[in-house]
């Protein structure tokens, strides 16, 4: 009976934890490019992906299979988003894009080191609890290292992922901002090319007149010789 309560309630815990969802109802008026929104329409069918314009009457929306959707604004029921993310300058990161530079690589290490240290700390603990039992003990040891183990993979790969995408909206801010930064320097550059270029020509104009001068000069005192 014991060992039932444990696995259930692991169960449980892990259902709750996964269920939790992430998108929150929002007014047509409240989408914004780059969401990525779920929208029920009228006739009960969903449309999920990210956001590519927003207009009066409708929304385009880049589904997962690439495919542009247009969706009348009148035919839908509701609309539900992720929370927005936004760089430092207020211009949307869209979903496509994180994925697109997001790695894995936090999530493995996070499952690895942390599941193998869950499932010892798991073990340690089910035997104290095994070693008081007098019957079923073996079968305690294995269910609370299977809950305890599992459970906590799953919330250290989770914890990884979530530096991933972390990590993944500081690589595009970083990137945004070396763009804005370099795009200045050209800029003034191009300016400063152009300026030259003035200058270098205001210079033939003047040695262009200086010689005209010379020649009607020349021209004059011919005649008066």
Do not use: W
């Not at 060992?3 to 169960?11: H, K, Q, S, T």
């Not at 530079?101 to 700390?121: D, E, P, Q, R, S």
């Not at 459970?151 to 945004?176: C, H, P, Q, S, W």
Request: some cysteine; charged content about 30%.
């Amino acid at each position: 009976m014991k060992n039932r309560n444990i696995l259930i309630l692991g169960l449980v815990i892990i259902l709750m934890l996964t269920g939790c969802a992430k998108r929150i109802p929002v007014t047509y008026q409240e989408v914004e490019q780059t969401n990525f929104v779920e929208i029920t329409l009228l006739n009960g069918s969903k449309i999920v992906g990210s956001v590519q314009k927003v207009e009066p009457h409708q929304i385009i929306v880049l589904e997962k299979d690439q495919r542009m959707t247009p969706v009348v604004k009148t035919s839908i029921r509701s609309i539900k988003r992720n929370p927005p993310v936004y760089d430092d300058f207020g211009n949307g990161i869209s979903e496509d894009e994180i994925a697109s530079v997001k790695t894995n690589k936090n999530a493995t290490i996070y499952g690895i080191g942390g599941g193998a240290l869950c499932m010892g700390a798991s073990f340690f603990l089910g035997s104290m609890a095994a070693n008081s039992m007098d019957e079923n003990g073996g079968v305690a040891l294995a269910a609370s290292t299977a809950v305890g183990g599992g459970l906590g993979t799953y919330l250290f790969v989770k914890a990884g992922k979530a530096k991933d995408r972390k990590d993944a909206i500081e690589a595009i801010n970083m990137k945004r901002k070396s763009r804005e930064i370099t795009a200045p320097k050209a800029n003034t550059e191009l300016q400063d090319l152009n300026k030259q270029i003035e200058e270098e020509k205001e210079k033939r104009e003047k040695l262009r007149k200086k010689h005209e001068e010379l020649l009607k000069q020349l021209e004059d005192k011919n005649k008066e010789d």
